[in-house]
């Protein structure tokens, strides 16, 4: 418990000197690209189904398939902001869906890429590491690895 607490205080140091050096930025609707957002759990999101994911080197790649087609739609690529202690440390994520009130019911499929370098600052940073792993749980699929 008292180990829990000490990395959610370091945690928080973490992110505020991430926050200076790395812009946590919300996804526009021209650009599926984005980094990575703390957000609250759960994550509240439009309908939507990840049919692929991977980790290439410092981006997280997913191909979303949706219901839409009239209206932009956006999302994003949100984590707990915590680490889950374990060999490797774990992080907990989703993605959010805004559908915009899109009425259009045609099957979209996009391939979305955001940017894994802020989550591994912050472990940089925490662990005091230059290089690791994090387990990515990501919701709506399997666990991925993200070695740096």
Known sequence: MLTTIAIAIALGFALAEVAST??????????TSGALEECGYPVETDA??????EVLGDELQVRVTYRGGCLAHAFAYCWDGSFRESYPVQAFTAIAHAANDDSCKLEMTELLSFDLSGLKMVFQRLYR???GQVVIRLTGWEDLLYAF
């Open 129 to 131: 590491r230059p290089h």
């Open 22 to 31: 790395y812009e946590l930025v919300a996804p526009r609707t021209s650009d």
């Open 48 to 53: 939507f189904t990840i049919a692929a994911a």
